[in-house]
């Protein structure tokens, strides 16, 4: 099993500009969301999404968008990138969202923003 | 949802057994006390989940006592290979299932 799958792994962009952050799973896993990691510092919960169609902000969403069109896949939109949004980015998955179960993390995103 | 401390840091040698203790005061009733474990560069990786007394799997024990406010991690013989951040997490079953990580405890083992 391929578990959780980002890309890219590495990315630089220039201020301003958008890129789309790619998370798949080939879990049928209900919950899926998206984290950053700053140097130092806990993750931070970005946007989750308890399912197809459904989508909430968590911690630190400004900035970022999210969709969820299919069980699979959990894309992060930067619209406009910031200095401030270079960091690590994690996506996670697990089982079910309504029972406390274990979540698999990608390998995560370094993306540096110049 | 709760809020957890743990040290900052802990250093071991190969071979020691290591205790991580985790302080979560403000533990509601369904809340559960997970511990991940993240390598550098890596995503964090769930250790064991626990809700009261003591949780065993073949990577760790967790040891909760009767009041629920602090959990403590046991790693038994630890390796070089278990330098590490470890985090503690309290949270609900609930039907968000998001996960709250603090700043961990960074293990350092020596040889």
């Known amino acids: 099993n391929a578990g959780v799958t980002q890309t890219p792994k590495f990315q630089v962009l220039k201020t301003g500009q958008s890129m789309t952050l790619q998370c798949a799973q080939d879990?049928?896993?209900?919950?899926m969301s998206w984290y950053r990691q700053d140097p130092g510092m806990g993750l931070r919960l970005i946007h989750y999404?308890?399912?197809?169609?459904?989508?909430d902000q968590g911690e630190v969403p400004n900035g970022y968008n999210v969709s969820r069109s299919t069980t699979e896949d959990f894309p992060l939109r930067l619209l406009s990138a910031a200095p401030s949004q270079t960091s690590v980015y994690f996506c996670a998955s697990s089982y079910s969202a309504t029972l406390n179960t274990e979540a698999f993390f990608g390998q995560g995103t370094r993306l540096t923003v110049v | 949802l709760a809020k957890t401390t743990q040290p900052i840091s802990m250093d071991s040698y190969e071979g020691q057994e290591v205790n991580i203790t985790c302080s979560h005061n403000n533990i509601a009733t369904n809340d559960y006390i997970t511990w991940y474990q993240q390598f550098p560069s890596q995503g964090p990786r769930f250790i064991i989940q626990?809700?009261?007394t003591k949780v065993t799997n073949e990577v760790a024990s967790l040891f909760i006592p009767a009041d629920r406010k602090s959990s403590t991690l046991s790693l038994p013989r630890v390796s070089l290979s278990d330098t590490a951040v470890y985090y503690c997490l309290v949270g609900p079953g609930g039907a968000t299932n998001k996960l709250i990580f603090g700043t961990g405890t960074l293990l350092a083992v020596q040889p």
């Open positions: 626990g809700y009261k």
């Open positions: 879990m049928n896993h209900e919950y």
């Open positions: 999404s308890v399912g197809a169609g459904i989508t």
